[in-house]
Every structure is written in structure tokens, then in C-alpha cells.
């Protein structure tokens, strides 16, 4: 798989901010999956983008395809302090080989 | 989907010495795969577990050091061979199933710590 990189590492709201993270390739991809994983915790699988330009909505989580299939992006609308955790990218490109990016590990205070 | 689980889910071992991990999932899976995870880090694919057959190692990532068994489609296991303190972390295994999306389902982790 190709290097992904997300931004950015750490990310600290109150609890109803709204919060965003990105990755970037320097390749295009196929397809992009994304996971959380709550502390002490596996990854969960969220979503598989995979059109040029997609925009999938998962209750108050917007995900986004770039149009040149180089970037990704998270949305989390209205925080929760159930959204504490990590969220991952994962380059999907090669086939069931997932290629992680950095993270962003959430913190919602109260 | 599966549910896939580990064992041991945690262990503190002496160097030099080995540790098998294994992994049970609930149904056949068509692909199975060994991760590790530094605590507050990212994965890393070790290796994909073909079954029958010799793994795929990453760069990185050899047979000597981590040999890789798969008897069946359900079924994995993971030796982490002459070990030492660099090799603590968590090791992940997961499956992709034959579903409509490529995701993958992730056991909880074999937490190792080398002393």
C-alpha cells in the first residue's frame, strides 16, 4: 500500500464542537476505509469510500472522497464525549492489505 | 461479519524466549492478517496468513522472527520468535470476510510486554 498521512495527530474539543481530520496520499487510491478505536480498544471499521468525489453521511459523521482520489477527510459534527478515541485511514488500494495513517487521536472534554 | 478472538490477550515474557499468539474466528474468512501496534500508535501489517500456504511478509517483517501458521479458514496463529524489549507491543489479528465492503474485523489485541 501507498503512505498515507493524516493530520492532524492529537485533536482536543468541548463537547459540541465540531471536529475534522484529513489524510493524504501522493498516489491515488482506490479506496479508503476508515476505523476508530476506542481507548484500550480494536479498530472499527466506519466506512469504505471508494467513488472519485464521494460523500457518505453516517448520522453526525460526513466522510469525503477528493476528486483526484489523493484525500480524505472526517467530519464529526456536534461532539460527543462518545466520540473519544483514534480515527485511522486506511489506504485499501491493495487488495485486503490495509496501509494505516498516523491517526488522530480525539479528546472530548465535557 | 466475524468476530475474531486472541489468546492470550496479554503476556509478559523474558528475552529471548518465544510466544505464540493465536487467533479463532466464527466463520470461514477469506483472508486473515497479523498487525502490530505500538501503544499510541499506528498498525503495521506484519503479514498476510494464507491458508495452506507460507505467509506474506512486509518489508521489514521475516519468517525466522515471525513465523506464521493458518491449518484452515478460521484459524491463525502468530509466534513472536527470540524475543526482546523492542518487540513489546500489541499484536492484532484480523479478517476480511467475502462481504460487500472490504472491511476488516479486528481482534482485541495480545497485549506483550519483554522484559
Known amino acids: 500500500g501507498q503512505q498515507v498521512m493524516q493530520i492532524p495527530q492529537y485533536q482536543h474539543v468541548q463537547e459540541g464542537e465540531d471536529f475534522t481530520t484529513y489524510c493524504n496520499s501522493s498516489?491515488?487510491?482506490?479506496?479508503i476505509q476508515w476505523y476508530k478505536q476506542r481507548p484500550g480498544g480494536h479498530p472499527v471499521f466506519l466506512i469504505q469510500?471508494?467513488?472519485?468525489?464521494e460523500v457518505k453521511k453516517q448520522k453526525r459523521l460526513t466522510f469525503q472522497f477528493g476528486e483526484a482520489k489523493k484525500n480524505s477527510s472526517l467530519h464529526i459534527t456536534a461532539t460527543q464525549t462518545t466520540d473519544v478515541g483514534t480515527y485511522f485511514c486506511?489506504?485499501?488500494?491493495?487488495?485486503?492489505?490495509?496501509?494505516f495513517g498516523q491517526g488522530t487521536i480525539l479528546t472530548v472534554h465535557p | 461479519s466475524a468476530v475474531i478472538s486472541q489468546k492470550p490477550s496479554r503476556d509478559i515474557c523474558q528475552r529471548g524466549t518465544s510466544l505464540t499468539i493465536q487467533c479463532q474466528v466464527d466463520?470461514?474468512?477469506?483472508?486473515m492478517f497479523w498487525y502490530r501496534q505500538q501503544p499510541g500508535q499506528s498498525l503495521t501489517l506484519i503479514a498476510t496468513?494464507?491458508?495452506?500456504?507460507?505467509?506474506?511478509?512486509e518489508s521489514g517483517f521475516v519468517i525466522d522472527k515471525f513465523p506464521i501458521s493458518r491449518p484452515n479458514l478460521t484459524f491463525s496463529t502468530l509466534t513472536v520468535s527470540n524475543m526482546s524489549p523492542e518487540d513489546s507491543s500489541i499484536y492484532l489479528c484480523?479478517?476480511?470476510?467475502?462481504?460487500?465492503?472490504?472491511?476488516?474485523?479486528f481482534g482485541p489485541g495480545t497485549r506483550l510486554t519483554v522484559l
Open positions: 466463520s470461514q474468512v477469506t483472508m
Open positions: 484480523s479478517a476480511l470476510t467475502s462481504g460487500l465492503y472490504n472491511e476488516q474485523f
Open positions: 498516489t491515488t487510491l482506490s479506496n
Open positions: 496468513a494464507n491458508q495452506g500456504s507460507e505467509a506474506t511478509y
Open positions: 469510500l471508494v467513488k472519485s468525489g
Open positions: 486506511a489506504d485499501g488500494t491493495s487488495y485486503g492489505k490495509l496501509t
